[in-house]
């Protein structure tokens, strides 16, 4: 494979902020047409900022061609006004304007090289002086103006950014498959292909030599270090994101935000971000009411699974017999149109009783472990009378389980062992309304799940410590695997409590919690999943779901002593019971740690006087902003009229203690708006308010909504989709009522202060009003869909897609092998104000050190000390190496004065992962420590370095400029302007 060599720079350019331009990326590629069609070309990138449970995501997704523009004719343009580079710097155009003009960042790039001449030969820059830049018309942006996205925008739509966020509110069902084509799958089917999260995901989904599954016992075995978190499939995280909040899903099984967080891509849509693209989903949820093929958090995809696998009749079994039988018991629903058709000039029973075998496997494609097949008899379907039939016998390789009923008659089906059902013994639903899958197969789930066998026979594995042998068997699972609920051994014996509280006990595994009311040992899998497992003390508090409540509850904080909430579990001392708000008298309530953070914490509000500035109302000192009730507007309320007892605002937001929870246990529901002369449920959560449904008895929720909206909300106006189309009086009640939910935890700052900013709002289009947008059609999946301009006189043109890191292909139909990596700094304090440059890079080991694709950071601790960086990065080569061992290596500089600081390693596990889900936390070395040398490494142009804070003492040659390679005895040629240094080369 030819490589080119492209350099990876960091440039000291001021900081610009983008509006209404589009600046494509790497559009030199295409001078390389198609020699190498793995690189990513003509890029669009799109920042996908988030704030969610008070985290903050930085995460900038590449839309990328997935075909070569060589391919189409692209004719001249001769409507758009072109310039030489000659021409524009007789204009005195800077490479700014021509960033502002949307010109592609390499045409931008090249211009400032030309500018700075001293680089270059004058041959070179004669030859530089004739490249052209076109000033595209929009929407036409591009080289030569080509392209133009083929996307219906809305008038809210102002920047890229808000058209690509605007584009992908649009939910994903997708009606063609995605699929993993990097292994090869044999799915027992005749067009189904293999998903990413159904490697590894501890179900068996090819059945050519159960290679899906083949070498996660790796997985099994994985052991974390102290600081990080087990996640329930193996992976390690560092344990500052476990529990971080209910959708920040650093687990790719999601397992370390519990069951509370587990959302599907159905429901919420949004760009192709981490959260969404880069987790699965369990096959059975408890709690679930659907039954699921399939791991992909793509939920239309089961359907997919499902149509294909009932396709796939056997060809000893006629069409007519296989309809009539599916038609007739509604298998696997009643909504097949075939059956409209079906058993019209006979009977159903009369149909499979002349044309089908005396047994058969319906469908024909393993139901559950790769291995249970249901098989049903014509004997039982010509039975008069019945219309939901289970299936005779539950067929299995009795290999792979055991430990069911002795003493039965077996029958032998096609190399399987098939049981009556009672012989097991199993049960089905018995809910008249439930679907063939919902009654028949999901129940088995969880009772044959010991049949889900992937370790067996294998002593070099069962003999780990980390490992647990099953009692009479073959079989051995992972110790994080006992107490978890679900019987993997065959006799049961990992859910024995016995066996549970001894492992507990003897700390052999470090997956187990345990109770401090009770002696129960608990899988952590079991904590925060909404349900006490260990029981509630006497205050109500329950130990492993409610372990923030807990910790409070029995530590006194500074932060919160006297602020108006009783924290403190009551603690005798001298005979009185003392809490954190006991002798308050002499605190003011009014302090610099409850000053405008957000709620009252003294009783009339005084700490939060004139801190809205969320609307433009406002009131003179010592009032706080109302809302009338005899006239449904704004109006302003003295401080002493607040907390009187007296209602005078609607929702009586001057009287808080009449909706605020005094107990220790928080309320599940934020009711905090008060419905007067209301005897029951007097507070209702804000999200009601303005959702066109009186919950008040009297009114009072819907009664100040504003009836000058030319939309019809379909939800409350206090979601965040409708921030923008809010009312003064609206914008007030939505915010006022929906923080009246005190934070659990606060931690000690002195900017507490949270004054209303001017949101960066990105106008999600709502409901009523998503005819603006027309539906795709999901031509490009997960992609962008832009139109490429051949001959704008003929309006000759055609559609491609631009593909995100996590699929490629024509129609972004292939996913895409990739490490996603999730990252969060630490800084000392004698780096805390530097601006920091970070060189985040995808190398090899190979003699060559390839870097297969890299990242750049600007990092200022004060600023993005909480940030979580999420970053994709990609192989050079498609399939990947998988001779070769990969590595995340970063390189840390002062941005202002280019001192290198160090470098950390991050080595990547498991080669055999399509996805590569890593979340660490890592710490910016100090200013003073000494970059550590040494000498195992022969490093012909550098320097010998060791990695900081690495346990394992690695090394690796620190190549001086302009050289690079393991040894630092490869040359390349620096192209990076003044004022920058050329920190290696790519692959490609």
Known sequence: MMFFISLVCFILLPSINPQLQINLHLTDWTNYNEINFDLQHDCLHGPTHLIEDNIQYH???????????????????????????????????????????????????????????????????????????????QPRFGSVCQYSLDISTSSFSSSLKEIIHDFYLQLYEPTTWTCYTHLECNRGTSTACLDWTEICNGHIDCLNDEIDEKHCWQLELNDCVENEHRCKNGQCISKIFYHEGPNSFD??????????????????????????????????????????????????????????????????????????????????????????????????????????????????????????????????????????????????????????????????????????????????????????????VKPLYKQLYKCNTIIYNISAVCDNSMMYQCINSSKCISKDRIGDDFIDCNYGDDEDPSVVYDICLKNESKIFFKCTTTTRCIHYQKVDDIKCDCGRNEYGLCDDEDGILRYITSHLSFQTICDGFTELIPVNIDGQNETDETECELWQCNNTYTRCDGFWNCFNGA??????????????????????????????????????????????????????????????????????????????????????????????????????????????????????????????????????????AVHFSLDTIKFNKVKNIIHSIPPAMKSIIPHHQYRCHRGLPLRIWQNQEKNLTDIICLCPPSFYGNICQYQNQRVSLTMTFQAYSDSRRTLLALVITLIDDSDRRIIHSHEQLTYLYFRDCQVKFNIYLLYSTRPKNDTQNYSIHIDIYDKILLTYRGSLLIPIKFPFLPVQRIAVHLNIPRINDNIQSCTNQTCVHGQCTMYSEDSKGTSFCHCNERWSGKHCTIPYTCKCSSGSLCAGILAN
């Open 59 to 137: 995460q900038v997704i590449s839309y990328c061609m997935g075909e070569w523009p060589s391919k189409w004719n692209i004719e001249e343009n001769s409507f758009d006004q072109n310039y030489s580079f000659s021409q524009l710097k007789m204009l005195n155009v800077t490479s700014q304007q021509l960033y502002l003009w949307s010109a592609p960042m390499d045409i931008i790039e090249e211009y400032e090289s030309y500018l700075n001449q001293s680089l270059f030969s004058n041959q070179s820059l004669a030859l530089m002086a004739t490249q052209l830049f076109y000033n595209c018309t």
């Open 251 to 440: 687990c790719i099984d999601t397992t370390d935000e519990g069951d509370q967080g587990r959302e599907d891509i159905r429901y919420r849509s949004q760009e192709p971000i981490f959260r969404f693209e880069d987790i699965t989903r369990e096959k059975d949820l408890r709690g679930e009411t659907e039954m699921y093929f399939t791991t992909s958090r793509v939920l239309s995809r089961n359907d997919l699974i499902l149509e294909d696998m009932f396709l796939n009749k056997p060809n000893s079994t006629s069409d007519e017999c296989w309809f009539a039988f599916r038609c007739y018991f509604d298998i696997p629903n009643a909504f097949n149109p075939i059956c409209n058709n079906i058993c019209i000039n006979r009977t159903c029973q009369e149909i499979i009783n002349e044309t089908c075998p005396d047994i058969l496997f319906i469908p024909n494609a393993p139901l559950l472990f790769g291995h249970i097949y249901f098989a049903y008899t014509k004997e039982a379907a010509v039975e008069p009378y019945i219309r939901s039939l289970p299936p005779q016998y539950v067929c299995y390789n009795d290999q792979l389980c055991d430990g069911f009923y002795t003493n039965r008659t077996l029958l032998t089906f096609k190399n399987l062992t098939c049981r009556r059902p009672g012989d097991f013994p199993l049960k089905f639903s018995t809910l008249a309304r439930d679907s063939w899958l919902n009654k028949y």
């Open 607 to 744: 700490d939060e006087d004139h801190c809205d500035t969320s609307i433009s109302f406002s009131c003179q000192s010592n009032h706080h902003i109302c809302v009338s009730p005899s006239t449904n507007q704004l109006t302003c309320l003295s401080l002493a009229k607040a907390n009187d007892g007296i209602i005078d605002c609607l929702g009586a937001t001057d009287e808080p203690k009449l909706c605020r929870s005094t107990g220790y246990t928080p309320t599940l529901s934020e009711n905090t708006f008060y419905c007067s002369n209301d005897s029951s449920s007097a507070c209702i959560v804000s999200t009601q308010l303005c959702d066109g449904n009186k919950k008040c008895i009297n009114g009072d929720d819907e009664r100040f909504c504003s009836s000058t909206r030319n939309f019809s909300a379909y939800t409350s106006i206090c979601h965040p989709m409708y921030y923008a189309f809010r009312s003064d009086v609206e914008k007030f009640l939505c915010e006022r009522i929906g923080i009246w939910k005190k934070t659990l």
